[in-house]
């Protein structure tokens, strides 16, 4: 009795991973119906950079996680927290005139909202990878819920107030930030504690770790994000629009088998286990990708009903595409988790390849591109570099390079 509850903890955190980007996909689909498709085009590219402006969340939750595992103890934390969540902040209010030229939007409010949410998130990480490196896995998926679930919530209330893409980023900015607050204030020790560890300057590493954890995390986030952005850069707004709708089916094809993928990242840190336990996440994300893509070329006209409504229906028997592209994107991160688990972290490589050719295809394809011929170019190149991460993933493990970061990310998954 006592050792089932363990795993009933355990259980919960997959659950609560589902159901709160369950929530966040239904941000995205009633955003599809109550939006035009040029407000719609510029809320999925600030959803795009808010996605990448939570790779320090993700990067703190890796290094608390680690410390936390390892009895490292929690010095540096708080602080660290305080500044990540700070300076990223800033240099994202700072760039925001260069941003919104960047994504054709009408102002900076939208990045500067985007910019409000980081302190809360690097808040909510710092917490969820205390909680994940102790084991307290309840705690962990309370926080889920907290962090994805509370966001998601906020973000559909603006929306449906505001009916306008500042409005739904508003609503974001203020649920992270409840969040956090709620979360500092159930902290054991109290605005006193708090206080002392924000002006203690000792040196602990907290930094220095997190920059190289957030390197990772970040070459991922910005791959599986990039679509949107070029979508918005290369295509007109109207037509951006129609992008989003499909990309909605790319998210889902992504991260659907990351808590699947999350199960087995102790067996595939074990060394005896490894090889095995890679083929096998393999073809869990190889199946799920490939009914995905099934699924929509056979629904097509249905999952755009769904997604996004009866103006979208020229996508009808393209969504299997987007949900190709996806699929692909998956086997990659799978490719880098595995790496990870044995101390390698050169498989990040292959990502910032598949980046580098991302923008220079479509750049230089540039007007020739509709939403559908961009989501195939995508997937092109994504076929090449799946076709690599899958042969690195199944071959014999490599011998590790980068321990340090290894470990995080191990923490941190």
Same mark, same amino acid.
């Given at each position: 009795m006592t050792q089932s509850r363990p795993s009933w903890s355990a259980l919960s955190v997959p !659950?609560?991973? $589902?159901? &709160?980007? &369950?929530?966040?996909?239904?941000?995205?689909?009633?955003?599809a119906h109550l939006l035009a498709k040029t407000a719609y085009g510029a809320l999925s590219s600030l959803l795009g950079l808010l996605l990448i402006s939570t790779i320090p969340m993700l990067a703190l939750q890796t290094v608390a996680a680690r410390r936390a595992a390892t009895l490292a103890g929690s010095a540096g934390l708080v602080r660290g927290t305080a500044v990540v969540g700070g300076a990223v902040a800033l240099v994202l209010a700072a760039a925001s005139p260069a941003l919104a030229a960047f994504l054709h939007l009408s102002g900076v409010t939208g990045v500067l909202l985007v910019a409000a949410s980081v302190p809360g998130g690097a808040v909510l990480g710092t917490a969820m990878g205390i909680a994940q490196g102790r084991r307290q896995f309840g705690r962990l998926a309370a926080l889920i819920a907290l962090a994805t679930g509370g966001r998601s919530a906020a973000g559909l209330v603006g929306l449906v107030l505001g009916r306008s893409t500042d409005s739904t980023l508003l609503g974001i900015a203020v649920g992270l930030s409840a969040a956090a607050l709620a979360v500092a204030v159930v902290r054991p020790g109290g605005r006193a504690d708090y206080g002392a560890s924000l002006r203690d300057r000792t040196r602990t590493g907290v930094l220095t770790e997190t920059a190289g954890a957030a390197a990772?995390?970040?070459?991922?986030?910005?791959?599986? %994000?990039?679509? $949107?952005?070029? &979508? #918005?850069? $290369?295509?007109?707004?109207?037509?951006?629009?129609?992008?989003? $709708?499909? %990309?909605? !089916?790319? #998210?889902?094809?992504?991260?659907?088998?990351q808590s699947i993928v999350a199960l087995m990242f102790a067996s595939l840190a074990e060394q005896h286990r490894h090889h095995r336990t890679a083929r096998q996440a393999s073809a869990v994300v190889l199946a799920i990708g490939g009914a995905l893509v099934l699924g929509t070329g056979a629904l097509g006209p249905l999952v755009v009903t769904v997604v996004g409504g009866a103006k979208y229906h020229r996508l009808d028997h393209a969504m299997w595409l987007f949900a190709l592209l996806g699929a692909l994107l998956a086997v990659l991160q799978l490719s880098v988790l595995a790496g990870l688990a044995q101390r390698t972290a050169r498989r990040s490589l292959l990502l910032w390849a598949t980046v580098a050719i991302d923008v220079s295809v479509v750049l230089a394809a540039g007007d020739d591109l509709t939403p559908v011929r961009l989501a195939g170019t995508l997937a092109a190149v994504a076929a090449g570099a799946a076709a690599v991460g899958l042969w690195l993933t199944v071959r014999a493990p490599a011998s590790p390079v980068h321990p340090a970061v290894a470990a995080g990310h191990a923490a941190g998954t």
């Open positions: !659950v609560t991973f $589902v159901l &709160a980007n &369950a929530l966040t996909y239904a941000l995205l689909l009633a955003a990772a995390h970040g070459t991922f986030l910005l791959l599986t %994000s990039l679509d $949107v952005l070029l &979508a #918005r850069h $290369v295509l007109p707004a109207g037509e951006a629009g129609v992008y989003a $709708v499909g %990309s909605v !089916v790319t #998210r889902a094809a992504v991260w659907l088998p």
